[in-house]
């Protein structure tokens, strides 16, 4: 149903609450007449005949009765958001009146529009494709400005241009393999069998290329999760309120005062990064303790980034080497806090703790002191950002979707290497290829069934 263009979609596009304004869009191609019912221009002219990207002051009414006082704006076929007609009702911001408008609207002809319908036409009808479609909610949910601009670049075109020059290669690729099945007889060489290797591997290299910027792109798109762990009163709530610069945890010198988890996102160096506090891990008989212990583990578990806190001024204990153990093999930073205070602990028994682990980072930090915070922020952002990687300007993979199709566009080209290298049948080859092909084209909408549409779409607020 969704795939129909025959309907005319409305639906309120400002989100709900108070607002100076909010807006009721109609697209399709009854969007005028529809309007047209509802709105009366202050100049009584029929706004069927409103020039495109005109504004018309009047009145939304029903069979005569003023429901709103509002703004009309007529945006005609093709050069709009969908390529249909547009109408766009600014009526004051409150849930009535943008709600009876919406009910006029519906009346009248128009069908509710469900999520992303809007954007999901301009896909439809050809305006964008469906990675540059995804983009939009990237940029409505952006947390920082780097993801901003790498989510504009996205809707710009700039993974497609990428994703679309491999498909491209893989195409010529094809055309040549399949020319010489078709016509064996003429012996067309076109591609040796090491320049078809040699083509073939240049494409999975790019896609290659493309897999490895997921991880950041991730992280850009939803947020590093770093989660602050370690035993009770070592100062992990002390770190977080130093990284928020605000005293949002309760901070005491009793042991086991965090219980629930706390948590905000700060921006470091562009990517937002949303830190958890948790309750210090130990043995305990506390009911209140205990829950909260539970669920410091519990979020141990889907953190991106472990940061352990040690406390400098007291001895490793038991404690330390439990949550050590928990912890092995997980992305981590040790944050040895205290610093200010005598050092009962050395970098070298820290190090201690993890005799299979080479490089762990390791900052010394005062969290009261507000000391060492500022290299805490490089060390989080240097973990995750690949040295050179400029993420302000890159073609980064942020979507999950986009990295699953890569994924098995990557399984697709490396079978046909080894097709190639076995010297099987070039129809094997071939085979691979097209599934490459296809793997690709589900990221620009070109191969993408409905089921994967209303997946992506359902993400997208109403009215977008
Ligand atoms: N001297 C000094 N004291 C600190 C530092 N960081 C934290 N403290 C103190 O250590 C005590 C515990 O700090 P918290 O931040 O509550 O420690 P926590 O790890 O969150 O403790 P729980 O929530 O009980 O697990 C408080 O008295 C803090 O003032 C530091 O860098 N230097
Ligand atoms: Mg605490």
Not at 172 to 199: C, H, N, Q, T, W
Request: net charge positive.
């Amino acid at each position: 149903m969704k795939n129909d263009l025959n309907d005319t979609i409305t639906a309120i596009s400002t989100p709900p609450g108070e607002g100076g304004i909010g807006i009721v869009r109609l697209s399709g191609k009854n969007a005028l007449s529809i309007a047209n019912k509802i709105f009366k221009a202050k100049n009584k002219k029929r706004i069927t005949g409103n020039n495109s990207f005109t504004l018309c002051y009047g009145h939304v009414h029903n069979n005569g009765t003023s429901i709103d006082e509002a703004l009309l704006t007529v945006m005609l076929a093709p050069k709009t958001y969908t390529r249909e007609d547009i109408v766009e009702l600014s009526c004051h911001g409150g849930s009535i009146p943008l709600r009876n408008t919406l009910e006029l609207c519906l009346e009248n002809g128009a069908r509710l529009a469900g999520p992303g319908e809007f954007t999901r036409r301009a896909f439809l009808n050809g305006r964008i494709d469906l990675a540059q479609a995804e983009a939009v909610v990237n940029i409505i949910r952006s947390k920082t400005d780097t993801a901003l601009k790498c989510a504009l670049r996205q809707l710009d075109g700039g993974l497609s241009k990428t994703v679309n020059s491999i498909r491209d290669k893989l195409i010529d690729i094809l055309a040549a393999i399949e020319a010489s099945l078709d016509y064996p007889e003429d012996d067309i060489e076109l591609f040796s069998g090491r320049k078809l290797l040699k083509k073939v591997m240049e494409a999975g290299r790019e896609i290659e290329g493309l897999l490895k910027t997921a991880e950041t792109g991730k992280i850009l798109k939803e947020g590093l999760v770093t989660v602050l762990v370690g035993k009770p009163n070592v100062g992990k709530s002390s770190i977080l309120n130093a990284l928020l610069q605000e005293e949002k945890a309760i901070v005491t010198s009793i042991p086991g005062t965090t219980r629930d988890i706390v948590e905000d996102t700060i921006n470091i160096y562009g990517i937002p990064v949303r830190i958890l506090d948790t309750a210090g891990i130990r043995h305990t008989k506390n009911e209140i303790e205990i829950i909260g212990v539970r669920k410091s583990r519990k979020s141990l578990k889907t953190a991106d980034l472990v940061l352990f806190v040690i406390d400098l001024s007291t001895r490793i204990s038991s404690e330390d080497r439990l949550i050590a153990k928990d912890i092995k093999g997980r992305k981590l930073i040790i944050a040895a806090n205290k610093s200010d205070l005598k050092q009962k602990t050395t970098e070298a028994e820290i190090k201690k703790l993890f005799p299979h682990h080479k490089r762990i980072p390791i900052i010394k930090l005062s969290a009261t002191r507000r000391k060492g915070i500022k290299p805490l922020e490089k060390l989080i952002y240097n973990r995750f950002i690949k040295g050179g990687m400029n993420i302000s300007d890159a073609v980064l993979v942020t979507d999950l979707r986009h990295k699953n199709a890569l994924k098995n566009a990557s399984d697709s080209i490396n079978k046909s290497i080894k097709a190639i290298r076995d010297k099987s049948s070039e129809e094997f080859t071939a085979l691979d290829l097209r599934q490459a092909l296809d793997s690709l084209g589900e990221i620009v909408g070109r191969t993408t069934t409905e089921d994967i549409l209303d997946r992506v779409f359902s993400r997208f607020c109403v009215g977008k």
